[in-house]
T-cell receptor, first 114, second 114 residues
Framework: GAGVSQSPSNKVTEKGKDVELRCDPISGHTALYWYRQSLGQGLEFLIYFQGNSAPDKSGLPSDRFSAERTGGSVSTLTIQRTQQEDSAVYLC????????????FGSGTRLTVV | AQSVTQPDIHITVSEGASLELRCNYSYGATPYLFWYVQSPGQGLQLLLKYFSGDTLVQGIKGFEAEFKRSQSSFNLRKPSVHWSDAAEYFCAVGADSGYSTLTFGKGTMLLVSP
């Protein structure tokens, strides 16, 4: 597509439930990134996929968080047993030119855990 | 490890006045530097980037930034601010190693007064 698409745009879930957040990157972009944006905390790196390489999971805050990328395209971020501190905006970005080109971001998914 | 500091959480500027947003980075080699802007409810949009060459870079929407290696700074400037510039601005640093992750500052919220 023309841009990075994320769905849903908003998600309200009950504490303890699992959620899945979807990211559809720009066609042909080999790199895909997930960041979390909490109020006043800037962007926190979560996970990074590049081509067929093993993902860099170094930013995932706990084992309740996982992500996969199917066919080198769409990615799903899964949060199990959600907690209130998981409430944030989850941003996905993709890149076709590496660090040189910067990222193209989606509009994000606002997750609220009640 | 790389890091970014944006010392100002909020800045208020009168419409038509000049603007400078500060960014200091920490990185051991030549950095890739970026400024992004985020309007409410939107993802981040790339304003400009620096990776080598001329230390003064021009971006979209009339913004420019100057890389000063001696000060480890990459400040964003605009000669005359418009009300539509009100948004949150993020500085980011990346390594020039292919598809590295970007490290973001915590952002500066720009408010524009009439």
């Amino acid at each position: 597509g023309a841009g990075v698409s994320q769905s849903p745009s908003n998600k309200v879930t009950e504490k303890g439930k699992d959620v899945e957040l979807r990211c559809d990157p720009i066609s042909g972009h080999t790199a895909l990134y997930w960041y979390r944006q909490s109020l006043g905390q800037g962007l926190e790196f979560l996970i990074y996929f590049q081509g067929n390489s093993a993902p860099d999971k170094s930013g995932l805050p706990s084992d309740r968080f996982s992500a996969e990328r199917t066919g080198g395209s769409v990615s799903t971020l899964t949060i199990q047993r959600t907690q209130q501190e998981d409430s944030a905006v989850y941003l996905c970005a993709s890149s076709g030119q590496g660090t040189f080109g910067g990222y193209t971001f989606g509009s994000g998914t606002r997750l609220t855990v009640v | 490890a790389q890091s970014v500091t944006q010392p100002d959480i909020h800045i208020t500027v009168s419409e038509g006045a000049s603007l400078e947003l500060r960014c200091n980075y920490s990185y051991g080699a030549t950095p890739y530097l970026f400024w992004y802007v985020q309007s409410p409810g939107q993802g981040l949009q790339l304003l400009l980037k620096y990776f080598s060459g001329d230390t003064l870079v021009q971006g979209i929407k009339g913004f420019e930034a100057e890389f000063k290696r001696s000060q480890s700074s990459f400040n964003l400037r605009k000669p005359s601010v418009h009300w539509s510039d009100a948004a949150e601005y993020f500085c980011a640093v990346g390594a020039d190693s292919g598809y590295s992750t970007l490290t973001f500052g915590k952002g500066t919220m720009l408010l524009v007064s009439p």
